[in-house]
């Protein structure tokens, strides 16, 4: 079944693998936190199948749950983030390893949001439909408010993966647990100063883009109620209002701030992905490989 046509989980799946039936996974489709994502674990037994002619893929996890490789945004390995539009395809070949002892056994997908179809107009009788400059200003602010409409519901997508971001992003600006302090040099604790500013300043970003989204001006607190008003009033009936001039800029000018609004978070969303959560992952896992190997050599 194709990913979009799935419905959202309840709880975790059971979903055989594309290329070995006989193996399954777990899959959480849509979850509340990503509903354009799912979470993805493999069992330890099929890492570990005999019957298995070839490794487990990233390409080959994407064909299992159904996902198009070129729908996806970002996906997540065991806690590390990854840009997908950074990464060659061919890499989505590379067997991917055991989780072993990382805190988060998961994998994540996220998906590109994709705009929905405008909803078609309903076409006034021919008798009475106005021609001339009039009409082509209704026509302009009626293009422009079902662009808009298309726009919203990809800005409010975005605004749950950002904020499924910054709770990651808030989750890993922690002081270091004393075992980490104690596995770790000068340098470590250097980097790991920079990755929690580098945190600090992705959170305050993602912040003031999901304010904006809630009190800003494509918000309901904003002037959306307003231009929703004059479209059901004015521009689907065709009634001439004082000032539709001005009117036709501002449903212009509305739609150009929701896309700009879209583009500002999508642009937050992958630099805290790219310059916080990985940033901090990494040097996380540099210090965890210190640890495994001071505890190896004291057994």
């Known amino acids: 079944m194709h990913f979009f046509e799935r419905p959202p989980s309840s709880t975790w799946e059971l979903v055989p693998l594309a290329d070995a039936p006989h193996c399954c996974l777990w899959a959480w489709f849509k979850?509340?936190?990503?509903?354009?994502?799912?979470?993805?674990?493999?069992?330890?037994?099929?890492?570990?199948?005999?019957?298995?002619?070839?490794?487990?893929?990233?390409?080959?996890?994407?064909q299992t749950i159904g996902v198009d490789s070129q729908l996806v945004s970002v996906w997540t390995l065991y806690g590390t983030a990854y840009d997908a539009q950074l990464l060659a395809n061919p890499a989505w070949d590379c067997p991917l390893p055991e989780p072993g002892a990382s805190p988060d056994p998961s994998i994540g997908i996220y998906l590109k949001v994709l705009p929905a179809p405008a909803p078609a107009p309903a076409a006034p009788p021919t008798a009475g439909r106005m021609q001339g400059p009039l009409e082509q200003v209704f026509a302009r602010m009626e293009a422009d408010w079902y662009a808009s409409l298309q726009i919203e519901q990809q800005v409010d997508a975005a605004a749950k993966q950002l904020n499924a971001t910054l709770m990651r992003?808030?989750?890993?600006?922690?002081?270091?647990?004393?075992?980490?302090?104690?596995?770790?040099?000068?340098?470590?604790?250097?980097?790991?100063?920079?990755?929690?500013?580098?945190?600090?300043?992705?959170?305050?970003?993602?912040?003031?883009?999901?304010?904006?989204?809630?009190?800003?001006?494509?918000?309901?607190?904003?002037?959306?109620?307003?231009?929703?008003?004059?479209?059901?009033?004015?521009?689907?009936?065709?009634?001439?209002?004082?000032?539709?001039?001005?009117?036709?800029?501002?449903?212009?000018?509305?739609?150009?701030?929701?896309?700009?609004?879209?583009?500002?978070?999508?642009?937050?969303?992958?630099?805290?992905?790219?310059?916080?959560?990985?940033?901090?992952?990494?040097?996380?896992?540099?210090?965890?490989?210190?640890?495994r190997n001071s505890r190896s050599k004291r057994g």
Do not use: C
Not at 39 to 61: C, H, N, T
Not at 211 to 220: L, R, W
Not at 225 to 245: M, N
């Open 169 to 291: 992003v808030n989750s890993l600006n922690r002081d270091m647990s004393p075992e980490e302090a104690r596995g770790s040099d000068s340098q470590d604790k250097r980097d790991w100063q920079e990755a929690r500013r580098w945190l600090r300043d992705v959170a305050a970003r993602v912040s003031r883009f999901l304010k904006d989204h809630t009190v800003g001006m494509t918000s309901n607190a904003g002037k959306r109620h307003g231009f929703e008003t004059i479209y059901k009033q004015h521009v689907a009936p065709r009634v001439p209002v004082e000032g539709l001039e001005q009117a036709e800029r501002e449903f212009e000018a509305y739609r150009k701030s929701l896309q700009n609004l879209l583009n500002n978070m999508t642009s937050a969303n992958s630099s805290a992905v790219q310059d916080g959560e990985r940033r901090a992952q990494q040097v996380i896992t540099r210090v965890a490989a210190k640890i």
């Open 31 to 62: 979850p509340p936190a990503a509903p354009q994502g799912v979470f993805v674990r493999i069992p330890e037994e099929a890492f570990r199948d005999p019957a298995r002619r070839q490794p487990i893929s990233l390409r080959g996890l994407l």
